[in-house]
């Protein structure tokens, strides 16, 4: 039985690159593999991005409208799939987390899904959520804080300062946003010293 897996991990945890190791591997035995990035990821444009350098092109942008179950079932048909990888799935809606629920159901084909957990605000994506929910199998990507300890909160820095309001989804290279991984003890440090600079 095909199942639907989730690797979460806070940002630079190896995620992207870990996915194109995936689909390398896959390659090598003459497997064919499908991947899958949300269009609204517009970093990299139409390609995924590793933080070590390595770039691959996504074989699909997929916008918020299109039904990734309709899509997948459509490549399957063209030649055997052995795999369907998803980087930044967490800019998925909750529907197409279900549909690519049902691509491991109907069609009997592996998804696995690379993507954050939540926000830097500590709130749940929406893709993600709902992929937490329907997930075969939940694992885990660490990585560490700058001050050594387990990272798994996603920080946001905004021309060099770090920021704890605004939309949800703002990606890198835009208007200067960066993002950092923090344990929560620096997370919430960098928080509280954020408040109080605004009270001031």
Request: aromatic letters at 8%.
């Amino acid at each position: 039985m095909a199942k639907l897996y989730f690797r979460y991990g806070a940002m630079n945890s190896g995620k992207s690159t870990a996915l194109m190791q995936v689909a390398h591997n896959y390659e090598e035995q003459g497997m064919r593999v499908l991947i899958l990035k949300p269009q609204v990821d517009t970093k990299g444009g139409g390609e995924l991005v590793s933080r070590l350098g390595v770039r691959r092109k996504a074989d699909l942008l997929v916008p918020p409208e299109m039904d990734v179950f309709a899509a997948v079932q459509q490549a399957a048909a063209a030649a055997p799939l052995a795999c369907v990888l998803c980087d930044e799935s967490q800019f998925f809606t909750p529907q197409q987390a279900e549909e690519l629920f049902m691509v491991t159901v109907e069609l009997n084909i592996p998804v696995i899904c690379y993507g954050l957990r939540s926000d830097f605000s500590l709130k749940g994506f929406p893709g993600s959520t709902r992929l937490l929910e329907l997930a075969h199998t939940i694992e885990e990507m660490k990585t560490i804080c700058t001050c050594g300890r387990k990272a798994t909160c996603n920080c946001r820095k905004v021309n060099g300062e770090f920021v704890f309001e605004g939309e949800q989804v703002a990606i890198d290279l835009q208007n200067d946003v960066q993002y950092v991984s923090m344990c929560p003890q620096c997370y919430f440090k960098a928080r509280k010293a954020f408040y109080a600079k605004r009270a001031k």
